[in-house]
């Protein structure tokens, strides 16, 4: 009893010391796993602050990484989705509202992309997860051509949300690749 007391302090000091290292530990193993991930991404720091932004990358492998790639990208379709309708809405012009249907259409085709892609990645089919991300590309990048086609402008706010759709749904592809062993 006299022994555990007088040593108990220093004990539990190194146990304190060694829980912060182990944790460190995985921390930097979690930041590295997310950086490296994003070190394939057009937009690294977009990338990262997009991964982390949810709770769940925290503790985080590959495939969970995949799964938080997979919803951040529906959300950031349904989202960009609902930009286009309400661009739609203040319309005047009829080119623009016909490009703004495609672009509805294509963006909703995305979207069931991306459920598909989640499907995939729940059974392990790590190659149809690729190909559902590919084939989710689609809708922002033929919404962005239909303005360039028709010489018009597309409204920033768009462009810019296209942008970020593309970024985050390539990261989707960037780990489906990786899970198929190919880095
Ligand atoms: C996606 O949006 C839903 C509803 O707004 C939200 O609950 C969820 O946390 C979002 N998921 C991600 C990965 O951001
Ligand atoms: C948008 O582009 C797609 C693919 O090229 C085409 O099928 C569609 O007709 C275009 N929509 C408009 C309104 O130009």
Redesign the pocket.
């Known amino acids: 009893m006299e022994f555990s007391r007088s040593h108990s302090p220093s004990l539990l000091a190194l146990f304190l010391i060694c829980l912060s290292i182990l944790s460190n530990l995985f921390t930097s193993a979690e930041a590295d796993l997310i950086g490296d991930v994003c070190s394939g991404s057009k937009n690294p720091q977009f990338c990262i602050n997009s991964l982390r932004?949810?709770p769940r990358s925290g503790s985080a492998d590959l495939k969970v990484l995949g799964q938080?790639a997979i919803?951040?990208s529906?959300?950031s379709t349904k989202s960009t989705k609902a930009l286009v309708d309400s661009l739609k809405q203040k319309a005047s012009d009829a080119r623009l509202k016909a490009i703004y249907d495609s672009c509805l259409d294509n963006y909703g085709d995305s979207i069931d992309d991306l459920a598909d892609a989640t499907t995939k990645l729940g059974s392990g089919d790590y190659q149809g997860v690729a190909l559902t991300a590919s084939a989710a590309l689609d809708g922002p990048d033929t919404c962005d051509d239909n303005f360039t086609d028709a010489k018009l402008t597309e409204p920033p706010n768009l462009a810019e949300a296209s942008q970020n759709v593309q970024t985050l749904i390539e990261v989707v592809l960037v780990i489906a690749n990786r899970l198929q062993g190919n880095r």
């Open positions: 932004s949810d938080i919803d951040l529906t959300n």
